[in-house]
C-alpha cells in the first residue's frame, strides 16, 4: 500500500478518537510536525491509560458504595437494639456511631465493642445474666448477619467498681481483693464467655468475647485503684444526676458511708475511667440499663454508647 494511503487511513483511524484524547495529543505535539501513525499510537495509549482510570474508579465506587450500605445496616441494628437509649450525639466530625463502624468496614476489620461486667452479694449466674448474654449475643449476631468479618466484644469484669461499692477492699492504690461471692461469680462469668467463645469457633461464627479485669487496664493506663478525690467538674456531674445516683447508691452499695457519699465516688471514679476507654480504639459502649447520665459520667467525648435496657444482673437475685 502506498505511504500516502497508509496516512490518509492513520488520520481517518485517529478522527475516530474520542474528541478529548485528540486535544491532549495536540497539547503534546504542539507546533510540532509527526506522523499521523506516530500520533496514533500516542492516542492510543492515552486511551488505554484513561480506560484504565475510569475502571480503577469506578471499581472504588463500587467498594465505597458496599461500605456504605454495610455501615448504614449496622447501624441500624445498634439502633434497633438500643431499648434503654442511644448516646451518639453528632459532634464536628459527624455522627460517632456511624464514624466507628465506618471506620471498622472500610478497614476490612471486626466492629468492635464492649461491656461492663459488675458483681455484687450473689456467687452464681441465673437467669438474668442469660438474659442479658441472649440480648448481647442477640445483637452480635444481627451484626454478623450483615457484616462477614462479624465483630468483637470485650467484656470487662468491673472489679474496681465491685470494691468501690463495698464489696471486698482494695490493698494500698494499687491492690484489691473481690469478696468471695464476688470473686466466684465473675470465675463463674469468665467461664461462661470461655464457653460461648468455643462455641461460636466450632461453627464458624465470627462473634469473639474477650474478657478482662478492670483493675488491670487501670494499671496499663497509670491509673491508682483508689480515687484522689473528687474534683469540682466530678461534683457538678453528680449534681446533675443527684436522684439516680443517690437511689442507686442507696439499693446496691455496701460501702458503708452515705448514699450522697457513694453517688460521688462512683462518679469520680467513672469520669477517672474515661481515660481508659478512650484508649480503646475504635469501640462502642454496650451497656445494660438506661442511657441517663452516661455522657456526662461514663463515655469519653466521640465515644457512642448503646443501652439494652433492664437492670443490671449482678444486682438481681
Do not use: C
Amino acid at each position: 500500500m502506498p505511504k500516502q494511503e497508509i496516512e490518509v487511513d492513520t488520520a481517518e483511524l485517529l478522527a475516530q478518537m474520542p474528541a478529548e484524547i485528540i486535544v491532549r495529543v495536540d497539547r503534546i505535539f504542539a507546533g510540532k510536525k509527526v506522523l499521523f501513525a506516530t500520533r496514533l499510537r500516542v492516542a492510543q495509549e492515552l486511551t488505554r491509560q484513561s480506560v484504565v482510570v475510569e475502571t480503577r474508579t469506578s471499581s472504588h465506587a463500587q467498594a465505597e458504595r458496599v461500605v456504605r450500605e454495610t455501615t448504614a445496616a449496622l447501624v441500624r441494628e445498634f439502633r434497633k437494639a438500643a431499648i434503654g437509649g442511644l448516646e451518639s450525639p453528632d459532634d464536628e466530625e459527624g455522627n460517632p456511631l456511624q464514624r466507628r463502624i465506618y471506620t471498622a468496614v472500610s478497614s476490612d476489620q471486626p466492629v468492635q465493642a464492649f461491656m461492663f461486667w459488675g458483681a455484687g452479694d450473689k456467687a452464681l449466674m441465673g437467669n438474668h445474666e442469660e438474659k442479658l448474654i441472649s440480648a448481647t449475643t442477640g445483637l452480635l449476631e444481627a451484626i454478623a448477619g450483615v457484616y462477614s468479618n462479624g465483630a468483637v466484644m470485650g467484656v470487662i469484669l468491673a472489679d474496681v467498681h465491685v470494691v468501690n461499692n463495698g464489696y471486698g477492699e482494695f490493698l494500698g492504690d494499687h491492690g484489691l481483693e473481690l469478696s468471695d461471692s464476688a470473686r466466684a461469680y465473675h470465675d463463674q462469668v469468665r467461664e461462661r464467655f470461655v464457653r460461648l467463645n468455643d462455641g461460636n469457633q466450632a461453627s464458624g461464627v465470627p462473634i469473639e468475647f474477650r474478657v478482662a479485669a478492670l483493675s488491670n487496664l487501670y494499671k496499663q493506663n497509670g491509673l491508682t485503684l483508689r480515687n484522689g478525690g473528687p474534683t469540682s467538674e466530678d461534683r457538678e456531674a453528680a449534681a446533675r444526676h443527684a436522684a439516680l445516683l443517690i437511689a442507686n447508691a442507696g439499693l446496691y452499695s455496701r460501702a458503708n458511708v452515705a448514699p450522697e457519699e457513694s453517688a460521688l465516688s462512683y462518679v469520680a471514679m467513672r469520669r477517672r475511667e474515661q481515660a481508659i476507654l478512650a484508649a480503646i480504639p475504635n469501640a462502642v459502649l454496650v451497656a445494660p440499663s438506661v442511657s441517663i447520665g452516661a455522657g456526662d459520667i461514663i463515655l469519653p467525648k466521640g465515644m457512642p454508647g448503646v443501652f439494652l435496657g433492664g437492670r443490671a444482673p449482678w444486682f438481681q437475685e
